[in-house]
């Protein structure tokens, strides 16, 4: 392996080791130690956890094991290095918490009146910690290599597969734990996820203006003058009229939405213009890589 690809594996493995250190504290600070829940494997290792009192780091690595071997089978071992790096860093860290906890050296936070304070704060580390490790390529294992076999064999959609068998172990968890702790927990999930998108598509939201107008020229010179942003000019075939038109190309910022859209109208009222939200810009103007 060369000197280059080794540094990039640990650009990305620290970053991994980072996101699975925050998702096993916010687990045991925040979930554990108020019995909520969380889905896939991590929800069956609470399960477990529960009712036999068996430590979530041992029961995700073994519940994982057979999921590595059918993983490396049919994913292949390049896929599976940083999902493997992900589940082994997790137990490792969901054992440091559990030895700080029993050692009197992390004390979790238990409440039993403000369970939406708990709920906000534990939605909150998890997603930043599965934000971490899925946007730098690994997973924390169970439902997503399972999903990932399914798509890849079956043509399953990842989606699909990971919300029924999260629904699954929540579902079963009515059994052992209060309704109100899985509504609670139905309410962290979804601050998860939405933190994940924030971690994995970036904070800063910008906005991707396709505009369809005889006057591009003009309007990328007056672009370039006035906004000091840059914009591509794609030539294009309109579908009904089949004249030659042009498309301007450009991505500004939110708050240089408005002053983008009067540029336009002012140089063509009758620009047909159409604008997308697009996250994590990379390059000049914007976030560097």
């Known amino acids: 392996m060369s000197t280059k690809h080794s540094l990039e594996r640990l650009h990305s493995i620290l970053p991994i080791l980072l ?134 064999w079956k043509g399953w959609s990842m989606g699909q597969v990971i919300l029924l068998f999260d629904g699954l172990v929540i579902g079963t968890a009515f059994f052992f734990i209060p309704k109100e702790k899985i509504l609670y927990t139905l309410v962290a999930v979804f601050i998860t996820t939405k933190v994940i998108d924030i971690i994995i598509e970036g904070a800063y939201a910008a906005r991707a203006f396709t505009i369809i107008t005889d006057h591009a020229e003009e309007l990328v010179t007056m672009i370039s003058e006035q906004t000091d942003r840059g914009a591509t000019i794609i030539p294009a075939i309109g579908g009904y009229s089949r004249q030659n038109k042009n498309v301007v190309y450009c991505v500004v910022y939110r708050q240089e939405m408005k002053r983008l859209k009067d540029l336009t109208r002012s140089i063509d009222p009758h620009a047909f213009i159409i604008i997308n939200e697009v996250h994590d810009v990379l390059g000049e103007g914007f976030k560097p890589e």
């Open 19 to 152: 996101g699975t250190a925050i998702y096993a504290f916010g687990l045991h600070y925040f979930v554990i130690s108020n019995e909520l829940m969380e889905g896939g494997i991590t929800g069956i290792a609470l399960l477990l956890n529960y009712i036999f009192q068996f430590p979530p780091s041992i029961s995700t690595l073994v519940i994982n094991v057979p999921l590595f071997l059918l993983g490396w089978k049919f994913l292949g071992k390049e896929t599976m290095f940083y999902s493997i790096i992900g589940t082994v860093s997790l137990s490792l860290f969901l054992w440091i918490m559990e030895w700080l906890i029993q050692h009197k050296w992390l004390v979790p936070f238990r409440t039993e009146h403000d369970y939406f304070l708990v709920t906000a704060y534990a939605g909150l580390t998890l997603g930043i910690g599965l934000g971490l490790v899925f946007r730098y390529g690994g997973t924390t294992g169970g439902s997503d290599i399972i999903a990932r076999i399914g798509q890849k």
